[in-house]
């Protein structure tokens, strides 16, 4: 299985203008943890992310919630070209300690991939564990 097959597309966007405040709504309402920031001129092109954790800390740190989301957004964006393996987008994720990645494709915003999406399909943890074996054992003997 590839990024492809599991994000969630079409992701959802919001602009560099898009308030902190509004932002918070859009992840509650639709009931994400991530947007993707984009320039209203070139959608396809993400600029940022702002995560659920991203408003709790400007929540914390007493950040103006009509600050513009392009202020706090997280950049640049860690992103997984859709042809990758979900064991790459696993490791991405743990690499960079992050819950989200964002899909591109051919350089275009495609998608967002959550570690629920990763963990609640059958076939992509039988993926991801094939992968953790085969690591394991090494490479194959000539």
């Known amino acids: 299985m590839n990024a492809?097959?599991?994000?969630?597309?079409?992701?959802?966007?919001?602009?560099t203008k898009t308030?902190?405040?509004?932002?918070?709504?859009?992840?509650?309402?639709?009931?994400?943890g991530?947007?993707?920031?984009?320039?209203?001129?070139?959608p396809q092109n993400?600029?940022?992310?702002?995560?659920?954790?991203?408003?709790v800390r400007a929540i914390a740190t007493g950040v103006d919630l009509n600050t513009p989301a392009e202020k706090y957004m997280t950049s640049p964006v860690i992103t997984v070209e859709a042809s990758e393996p979900l064991w790459k987008v696993a490791e991405v994720m743990r690499t960079h300690n992050i819950r989200h990645v964002v899909?591109?494709?051919?350089?275009?915003l495609y998608?967002?991939?959550s570690i629920r999406d990763l963990i609640g399909e059958e076939s992509t943890l039988r993926s991801?564990?094939?992968?953790?074996?085969?690591?394991?054992?090494?490479?194959?003997?000539?």
């Open 19 to 32: 308030t902190l405040k509004e932002v918070a709504k859009t992840l509650a309402e639709r009931k994400i």
């Open 4 to 15: 492809e097959t599991l994000a969630r597309k079409p992701p959802i966007t919001v602009s």
């Open 111 to 113: 998608g967002v991939i």
């Open 46 to 55: 993400p600029l940022g992310v702002i995560s659920e954790r991203d408003i």
């Open 103 to 108: 899909v591109t494709k051919g350089g275009k």
């Open 128 to 142: 991801l564990i094939e992968y953790g074996e085969a690591e394991e054992r090494g490479p194959a003997a000539d």
């Open 34 to 42: 991530i947007v993707v920031v984009v320039d209203e001129k070139a």
